[in-house]
């Protein structure tokens, strides 16, 4: 593509695009310098270090970032009982001075698994200052689907741990939708729908992120009255304490897709059917969406955002969703022109600053259909630099470089990595160490700032802190010297075996290169059949080896809690490999017509590979089962409404959907799960080869997905209670494993492929 001519790559916007970028920047500076952030980013020192916060000085001062993007500072003052002062430009910059100072002269480590908080004693002083600049205005969190995925089920207390994290990871940006339906049933009686048409819209809680983006209505609902009371409680608590540290919250805004009720209180409205959503037929997707330039688009989407605002103020950051895996029903780039610009008028409509942060996964997922000119038409569709697009998977599949940097339009160059919360070893360490660079300068460069988009949070705590902290560097970094430093930090001393393990996982299982995505497809979390994908991106040997040395080092860092979440995690990862190898053996001696090593390889997966790894889950707390679903269950005031919410926290793990619609795509290795779910379903697939053999009878695919489609929905409804507290000891049962199927994994890894 041939560049056009602007200033330099990477000084900021051809000057044609200077005002609308300014405006941006002026409408979404923060409320920094009040004493509002001093004070809460103080609190959150007292809750993350106790008694040892006094020796730490804290202070907002917004004249540092004089206009621009976040800075902080750290010095020593001499002579005073304040080992460090922190000063930054808002509460967020100094929340991630503060981690600054912890990591790198503390030896601290926070994360999703685990704080490792041993402070020296005396807390060290600093030789000089220190000062940081972030490159880019935003560092953006959360998807839209991480709602569902991970936040479901959150309770105040988890939001306040998140928003800490957030903030000492420097986050300045960030979506609050919780509550959203309580504010859109409020709209939708003003405008005469009755509840049962509004029961039929929403979704279950575990299934409201498609349903916000206009995928999915009524599945696994409807919304009881308490959901709505206990999520505009939490979305008090969140907007208040995000803006009390200086963030910028999002809040949902109207998109177009209206209930069917709509058309019954307005019989003349224009609005059109669209078409099914992914394997899910009408009965549960086909939402209504209007047409831009019918009179309800407007007055449905300014009373929704003014109440909305009337509820919890705004930051004058909207986003909204028309078009997520969802085809047009045109693609005339006028007709793209008039939906977008209807969307933002709809926000402009009641609030006159609104800036509309629009996902841009669709560009990538319909490549197809969002030509050069669907994209521009409707990016163009809103004055430039009125809206911001997140560039959602930019690691493997950047759009900035084939749209001339979105066209014009700001962007935030942001890792995906994680699709449905999978479990599984994984990461682009190259591509995110140099991408966010390369993004900056490229000709005429939009960009202004970095984001983290996961589907799901809670694993592979390493891709996240190396991203947060690319979000204040100025170049890229020495990946394996950063990860042997984080080794040591994550587990409070240095261990040469540890550090090993970790720079073996960096080169291999977190360094896929090319397009990669992060959708585990291993058979042990998946319908078992005859044509498997079991391809790596990475030698298997090497997470063997990790293992190895990660045990080697539990005598001596046993007693840290996220080195007993990583032994889980890469020992999970080595079983994975072991169950691939254990189906290339089944699949081989079924073809073969080898009954007795059908029956060898079968029964060590089914009876003794599967239930070890499920013991082995079901010693940490992170990988239960029960934590899910009594979280889920927990939510709820009634034991109907608890039955309600556990069954759309089982349906969303397994068959996502009535009739496995989109089966599996939120897999989790969980304590419970692997043997009541996945081995159950192995066990069947297995009996069914023999007796293929045993019979003489061929196999026949579908006859085997009706039967252990039977397998899996028994599992949504069994009712059985897993415990939320761990048994075992995660140490011994590793061990275990190691010795049992560490040589022969290792001898065939080495050897390659049969």
Excluded at 294 to 311: A, N, S, Y
Excluded at 712 to 729: H, L, S
Aim: net charge neutral; charged share 20%; hydrophobic share 40%.
């Amino acid at each position: 593509m041939a560049a056009r001519r602007g200033p330099e790559p990477g000084l900021g916007p051809a000057p044609g695009l200077a005002l609308p970028f300014l405006l941006l920047l002026a409408a979404t500076a923060g409320r920094a310098g009040d004493p509002r952030q001093e004070e809460a980013v103080r609190a959150l020192a007292r809750r993350l270090l106790g008694a040892r916060a006094a020796a730490v000085s804290l202070s907002v001062d917004p004249a540092l970032a004089a206009g621009g993007p976040d800075v902080y500072r750290l010095w020593s003052p001499p002579g005073t009982g304040v080992a460090v002062a922190v000063e930054g430009s808002s509460g967020v910059a100094a929340a991630a001075g503060l981690y600054r100072y912890l990591r790198d002269f503390c030896g601290c480590h926070l994360s999703w698994s685990g704080a490792q908080l041993r402070l020296p004693e005396p807390l060290p002083r600093l030789r000089a200052e220190i000062r940081a600049a972030a490159p880019g205005r935003y560092r953006y969190y959360q998807n839209v689907c991480a709602q569902s995925y991970s936040f479901a089920w959150w309770d105040w207390a988890r939001w306040e741990r998140e928003i800490d994290w957030m903030a000492l990871s420097g986050i300045n940006l960030a979506p609050a939708f919780a509550g959203q339906e309580a504010v859109w049933q409020r709209v939708y009686r003003n405008l005469g729908l009755n509840q049962s048409e509004i029961d039929k819209y929403f979704t279950g809680p575990a299934f409201l992120a498609w349903n916000r983006m206009g995928n999915l209505r009524r599945w696994a609902g409807p919304l009881p009255p308490a959901w709505h009371f206990k999520q505009l409680y939490l979305q008090y608590r969140i907007v208040e304490r995000m803006r009390s540290l200086g963030m910028t919250t999002v809040l949902p805004a109207f998109a177009g897709h209206v209930p069917q009720g709509i058309l019954r209180v307005f019989p003349r409205v224009n609005a059109t059917r669209l078409g099914h959503w992914s394997h899910f037929d009408c009965s549960y997707s086909c939402t209504y969406l209007l047409d831009p330039e019918d009179p309800m688009f407007q007055v449905i989407g300014t009373l929704f955002l003014k109440e909305l605002i009337k509820e919890f103020g705004t930051d004058h950051v909207y986003s909204a969703d028309t078009f997520n895996e969802m085809t047009p029903l045109s693609s005339d780039p006028a007709y793209l022109s008039r939906v977008s610009n209807a969307v933002f008028r709809s926000m402009t409509g009641a609030d006159p600053k609104a800036l509309w942060l629009m996902q841009g996964w669709l560009f990538q997922h319909q490549p197809d259909f969002w030509q050069p000119a669907q994209v521009r038409a409707l990016l163009h569709g809103v004055p430039l630099g009125r809206m911001i697009v997140l560039d959602l998977f930019a690691e493997s599949k950047p759009v900035y470089q084939w749209t001339e940097s979105f066209y014009g339009q700001p962007f935030i160059w942001c890792m995906l990595h994680n699709f449905g919360g999978n479990h599984g070893l994984f990461g682009t360490v190259e591509a995110i160490n140099h991408g966010p660079f390369a993004a900056r300068r490229f000709p005429n460069s939009t960009m202004v700032g970095t984001g983290l988009v996961p589907e799901g949070i809670e694993q592979n705590d390493m891709v996240y802190e190396l991203m947060n902290e690319l979000g204040w560097r100025q170049e890229p970094l020495d990946l394996p010297s950063w990860v042997t430093r984080y080794a040591e930090r994550r587990y409070g001393a240095p261990n040469a075996a540890a550090a090993g393990a970790w720079r073996l996982l960096l080169r291999s299982v977190y360094n896929c290169t090319g397009v990669c995505v992060n959708h585990n497809h291993s058979p042990l979390v998946r319908r078992p059949s005859l044509r498997m994908d079991t391809e790596l991106w990475y030698n298997a040997s090497d997470v063997y080896e990790a293992w190895r040395l990660l045990l080697s080092a539990g005598a001596e860092l046993g007693s840290s809690p996220t080195f007993l979440y990583d032994l889980v995690d890469v020992t999970r990862q080595a079983a994975q490999q072991l169950v691939s190898d254990y189906y290339l053996s089944i699949r081989q001696a079924f073809q073969s017509h080898a009954l007795p090593e059908l029956l060898t390889a079968g029964g060590v997966l089914v009876y003794d590979l599967l239930p070890e790894l499920d013991s082995l889950l079901c010693s940490h707390s992170l990988f239960l089962l029960g934590r899910w679903l009594e979280s889920a269950r927990a939510v709820a005031t009634s034991g109907r409404e608890a039955e309600q919410y556990e069954l759309n926290a089982r349906n969303q793990l397994t068959l996502w959907g009535p009739s496995g619609n989109i089966l599996d795509y939120a897999n989790k290795q969980l304590g419970g799960l692997v043997l009541d779910y996945y081995a159950v379903r192995w066990s069947l697939f297995v009996s069914v080869l023999v007796e293929s053999l045993n019979s003489g009878r061929p196999f026949h695919q579908d006859q085997f997905n009706q039967a252990v489609f039977q397998v899996e929905r028994g599992f949504i409804y069994n009712k059985k209670r897993y415990p939320a507290v761990p048994v075992g000891d995660t140490m011994e049962i590793s061990r275990k494993l190691f010795l049992k199927y560490y040589p022969s994994a290792l001898r065939r890894s080495l050897a390659g492929p049969a």
